[in-house]
């Protein structure tokens, strides 16, 4: 299976939020009342608070961070997520995973993208196995954002289970360390629902 990942850490260096942005207020605002209320609010947003927005994020050194790529119209977004501070979060609110039959969870992983050169392995086990499922950003399935090889290596191994920590839409807005990764996912949550009519 060969993975996107080299193709969009390239063409999302090209992404225009501020074009994306505009082109989501424009459909939203054409669509109904609602659409034009929120493409309204998304505006002012945009003036007052995303102008001045540095892209594509630049990543901290020292802290284990994750790019979760979106493929939209306007081109392809860089979702920036803190891992680090995911872990935190889950030690500080006492979260508890979930037990998963790795043949259940291996879907989640992006197996083109794991390397499999025992050599070049470098296993770092410093943050438990973390894997987000939306409805607006993963299309409802799970995407692992951290521990693709824990849970490449359990499925190979037959294990009958595995620990995962699933978080899912808004659980996960916390891990991303930006303001435009976490402003364009409130956008496409607002332009689903009415594009959708919901």
Known sequence: MKSK?????TESQYFN???HISSRIKEMEKKSVLGAQLAKRWTEILNQSLNSETYPVIHPIGQETFSLYAEYPTGIFEYALDIDGAASLIKGNDIKPVQLNPSDI????DQG?????????????KN?????QSRYLTHNKPYCINGNHRIFEAYHNNDKQIEVY????LEF????????SKAIYYLEIDYCHVVNEK
């Open 5 to 9: 990942i080299h193709i969009y850490e």
């Open 17 to 19: 939020p501020k074009k």
């Open 106 to 109: 291996i879907d989640a992983v």
């Open 113 to 125: 993208n794991i390397n499999k050169d025992p050599k070049r392995i470098k296993p770092n086990h």
């Open 128 to 132: 438990p196995v973390m894997v987000l």
């Open 166 to 169: 699933v978080f899912e839409d």
């Open 173 to 180: 807005v916390p891990f991303f360390y930006d303001a435009l």
